[in-house]
């Protein structure tokens, strides 16, 4: 048998551009393993120059971004559980304008810069049975939160579950969901829940194979519910 390859655990890159535009990437994953398996990242990407406008004006042009994320994945009997979780931040300067345009920039009330900043956590637990007549399953759950510099925040909670079996010859599934977004009153008033049923089956014959399944989506907000029903299905023959 052949031996398997050296595994580095870490990797580093770092530079530099025109513009005084400084890049740093770090990676660090585990060892290899049966059971378990973990590591995380970090990039950075900025810049602190300036540029030159058609007027000749030289003027701020800073950008930045920030991104992170670890992670975790657990290998059990017959399933598996993950985790991640991660951070990034992203800043841009208006720098740019009309300078042929007879409106007045007027800096008391246009905004001279933005950055947004985002978190995000993810669950994930479901089966890994090699043998198709078990029941498989995932269920996933998370949360989602963006914020930007003018206090516009909108946090997303989500939560699915997916089952499939094999009865026979015939496969039988479907999926549930629910996604809560919530925002301040900065962005908008309502706040809303999304939810999502879609069971399906598929029927195999010797040169057929049959789809069919629904998708209903049901939009619950303060201004009242919203449904929608859509029929999917598929047929196929070989020759």
Known sequence: MEPMSDLYNTY???GIGNGISPLLEVYYNSDRSKEFNYGGWFQSHSSIGKVKLSNGKRVESNFGRI???VFGKKILKKSALSVNAGFNKHKVTYYGYN????EIVN?????ASQHYNQFH?????YSTHT???HLNFAFKTGVNHLKDKFDMQETLLRLSLRMDKFLKEDHFGGEFSIHQYMKNTNLDSANNTIITLSPWINLYGKQWRAYA???????????GNQSTFYPIGSLSYDV
């Open 121 to 125: 956590a993810d669950l994930d637990y």
């Open 107 to 111: 800096p008391d009330t246009t905004p």
């Open 213 to 223: 399944g629904t998708r209903l989506v049901i939009d619950a907000n303060s201004s």
């Open 131 to 133: 043998d198709s007549t």
């Open 67 to 69: 991104d992170m994320n």
């Open 12 to 14: 580093v890159k770092f």
């Open 99 to 102: 300078i042929y345009t007879i």
